[in-house]
């Protein structure tokens, strides 16, 4: 057993701070340790399964920027414990300082701004090193270090943005990825249709196996056959799917009886993805086969029987169509899930299982659903959304990027009554406005990401049964959000 122990102080930031439960160590490869949290007084103590240097990862208090996931450097083990302030704002310094380096190498411009304020935090960093004596003085200059060093990666960040979206616009060759919105299951109105076809570039369309074949050999494909109708006369690119979606409750009800029976299973899987495919088959040219494979909730699937249901999903759907690309999805994408201990794959590993296998991966589709509990992701800057990106891009494969974040914090009745947003979700409390600040600063990031060939919004309306609370981008009464609008922005920004 592994014990790495935090210090911090003053100790009542401990009294209104539950993300700390929610931290986890990596080891040097990314992998996230089977993590557990306790609280002593101002110590946080983590216990994990080895003894190996690794980076501690916690949502911390920022002023001015929320409570975003900020990372240590690599810690080795020691009886006495680390000042938290300090290890994270060396932490991030040190990340900034990488990146920049990187993209200088790249000839990337680095602002006089980033500069300034990373050689701040650096001065504040120096000064907390050498008043370790004092620590209560040492973590409020480690916090007020922490602060320029986050202002410091929002000016590179913004500059690496506008740097390529500018090489975006010199090269028709190598536009910004298209931006695409879930379309409702259910007939929308004609003000909902044109204010979705006078955004989009790209529909999601949810042919989902529970809604088509509620009833064993029953299938309903009216509003699939209706929206497939309406993307094709917008000239919108559609992607048919989630196919078999692996989370909680995503199987039809009918198949339980199957599921000791993995066998059985896979036959009846792999006759559902051959028989939507074919129906399709010369107008959907893009499918996401199977959705949630790495975290599941489905029925008493093992790890290994999701694996083997999205090698075998794919294989079908290559089998019924060898024009198709083919598109796996995966939600929390930085592995924060793994902490529980009940997952042996990383997101990762899961999608680089699939690879090796050779069944025509096309894609993965990374889900980001910020701010929401208990299948969502805490609240990360643009340098982390940006390294996220180069760390998958490396798989060598299309990423698409599926993105929810809350415009309230109130009860949503037509929401997954399972899921709760988890404020404070970022820098401000939730609001229509906060939202659509939120997708003005990470979605044109996003866009711009060599690697990143479609960006996503979960759902189009609040007005239709949906997953994620208050993530529409229109309201419960058929009115737009602001949110709307700051994605209208961005396709105008994003092409010119």
């Keep these: 057993m592994g014990v ?10 401990l009294n209104d701070w539950p993300e700390v439960h929610r931290a986890y160590i990596t080891g040097f490869d990314r992998h996230v340790f089977p993590t557990q949290i306790e609280v002593e007084g101002n110590l946080i103590i983590c216990q994990r399964p080895h003894s190996d240097s690794g980076k501690l990862h916690v949502a911390f208090p920022v002023e ?20 938290l302030p300090l290890e994270l704002a060396r932490g991030k310094i040190a990340e900034l300082r990488d990146q920049s380096s990187a993209w200088e190498i790249i000839h990337m411009e680095i602002p006089a701004s980033f500069r300034q304020a990373e050689h701040q935090a650096f001065q504040l960093l120096a000064r907390a090193l050498s008043l370790q004596d004092d620590q209560e003085q040492c973590c409020r200059l480690a916090c007020q270090a922490l602060t320029a060093a986050c202002h410091a990666s ?22 910004p990825a298209p931006l695409g919105c879930a379309l409702p299951w259910g ?14 570039q790209a529909a999601a369309i949810p042919i989902e196996w529970k809604r088509v074949e509620p009833v064993e050999g029953r299938y309903d494909w009216e509003v699939i056959d209706q929206l497939v109708d309406c993307c094709t006369d917008h000239r919108q690119l559609p992607r048919g799917g ?7 409750g995503g199987l ?12 059985n299973m896979q036959s009846f899987v792999c006759d559902w993805v051959e028989t939507a495919v074919s129906r399709y088959q010369g107008r959907i040219r893009l499918w996401e086969v199977s959705a949630y494979g790495n975290t599941g909730g489905a029925l008493a699937l093992s790890e290994e029987h999701r694996l083997g249901l999205v090698a075998r999903t794919l294989e079908t759907a290559s089998r019924n169509d060898d024009d198709a690309q083919l598109f796996i999805r995966v939600d929390q994408p930085w592995g924060d899930y793994q902490a ?3 997952h042996r794959l990383s997101p990762f590993q899961f999608v680089d299982a699939v690879i090796r296998s050779n069944l025509g991966l096309a894609g993965v589709n990374l889900e980001i659903n910020v701010g929401y509990f208990p299948q969502g992701t805490l609240s990360r800057d643009m340098l982390s959304f940006s390294r996220l990106i180069d760390y998958w891009s ?51 990031l996003l866009m711009a990401k060599p690697a990143v060939t479609g960006v996503y919004w979960t759902h189009l309306s609040d007005v239709f049964p949906h997953r994620f609370p208050h993530a529409g981008l229109v309201r419960p009464d058929g009115t737009p959000k602001p949110a709307y609008e700051a994605l209208r922005k961005q396709v105008n920004f994003g092409h010119g």
């Excluded at 929002?154 to 536009?175: E, F, G, I």
């Excluded at 490396?394 to 009554?417: C, E, K, M, W, Y």
């Excluded at 970022?426 to 609001?431: G, I, L, V």
Aim: with cysteine; aromatic share 8%.
């Design 394 to 444: 490396t798989l060598g494969i299309q990423l698409h990027v599926t993105l929810a974040f809350p415009s309230s914090s109130t009860d949503d009745p037509l929401a997954n009554r399972d899921l709760e947003v988890a404020t404070p979700v970022w820098r401000k409390p939730c609001s229509e406005d906060v939202q659509a600040e939120w997708i003005e600063t990470y979605v044109p």
């Design 4 to 13: 790495m122990r935090f210090q911090i102080l003053p100790a009542e930031t």
């Design 340 to 342: 529980r201990g009940q």
């Design 154 to 175: 929002d000016l590179l960040m913004k500059s690496y943005t506008d740097q390529r979206m500018a090489v975006c616009h010199r090269a028709p060759s190598n536009p």
């Design 242 to 248: 989630p196919l078999i979606d692996l989370g909680a």
């Design 252 to 263: 039809p009800n009918w198949l339980q009886q199957w599921e000791h029976d993995i066998l």
């Design 64 to 83: 001015q920027y929320g409570r975003p996931v900020l990372n240590t450097t690599s810690l080795r083990e020691r009886d006495e414990p680390y000042l």
């Design 187 to 200: 007939e929308m109105n004609d003000n909902a249709q044109q204010m979705f076809c006078s955004t989009f």
